[in-house]
């Protein structure tokens, strides 16, 4: 009986597993640590680190600061990268970043987001309906929002669109006191418009205290 003929087993390219681990892609050649905003502990690399306390600055070796941590039972934390010396406190990690989230939440509420509102009217507008929306300018700045005054030309109106910039003229100066001339008139189509920036938000007045009367 003819016997079959026996060949080597093929090789296996470098890194394609099965053995050794030395392979180029072994996922388990190197283990990534979680990447943080701050470094902390074994993490930061230097020498020497300022340490920020109640008393101040202090400079230490970066194994003499280590040490103190541990003893005291929280981490090193980088607070900012310095050219030379990074500075650091003495916290719990844990803590720090839920007080800095919370600080940043607090903050974020406290922005205010500044918007354009845009007050519309026509040249032949009445003198009632012009000081009402002078008012309503006037409250929207004081909120610290800019504004946008639109006065639109309808026919013949476009041959007097010289009366277009002195009633907007005439508006800033019943708003002057809560708003710069952020851009001045210009017209465009049919459409004359100003722009207001406001001056800042006007601070809310107390609520007045009740006093209870005697009986």
Do not use: W
């Not at 388990?28 to 470094?39: D, Q, V």
């Not at 002195?166 to 418009?193: C, I, Q, W």
């Amino acid at each position: 009986m003819q016997q079959r003929p026996s060949f080597p087993p093929p090789k296996k390219p470098p890194g394609s597993g099965g053995g050794g681990g030395g392979g180029r892609f072994n996922r388990f050649s190197k283990i990534r640590r979680p990447t943080r905003e701050h470094r902390i502990n074994e993490d930061i690399t230097e020498g020497q680190v300022r340490i920020i306390g109640e008393k101040g600055a202090e400079v230490l070796s970066t194994r003499d600061a280590l040490a103190r941590a541990r003893s005291q039972g929280v981490d090193l934390v980088e607070i900012t990268k310095g050219q030379d010396v990074p500075v650091v406190r003495l916290v719990d990690y844990g803590k720090f970043k839920f007080e800095k989230a919370k600080k940043e939440k607090e903050a974020k509420k406290k922005q205010k987001v500044i918007q354009i509102k845009e007050i519309k009217m026509g040249p032949k507008i009445d003198t009632g309906d012009f000081d009402r929306k002078c008012k309503e300018a006037i409250n929207f700045l004081h909120e610290g929002d800019n504004v946008k005054v639109t006065m639109k030309f309808r026919g013949r109106e476009m041959q007097h669109t010289a009366l277009g910039v002195e009633r907007l003229t005439e508006f800033y100066t019943k708003v002057a006191e809560a708003a710069h001339l952020d851009k001045k008139p210009n017209l465009e189509g049919r459409l004359m418009s100003m722009t207001l920036r406001s001056k800042g938000a006007k601070p809310k007045a107390a609520a007045p205290v009740a006093t209870a009367t005697p009986a």
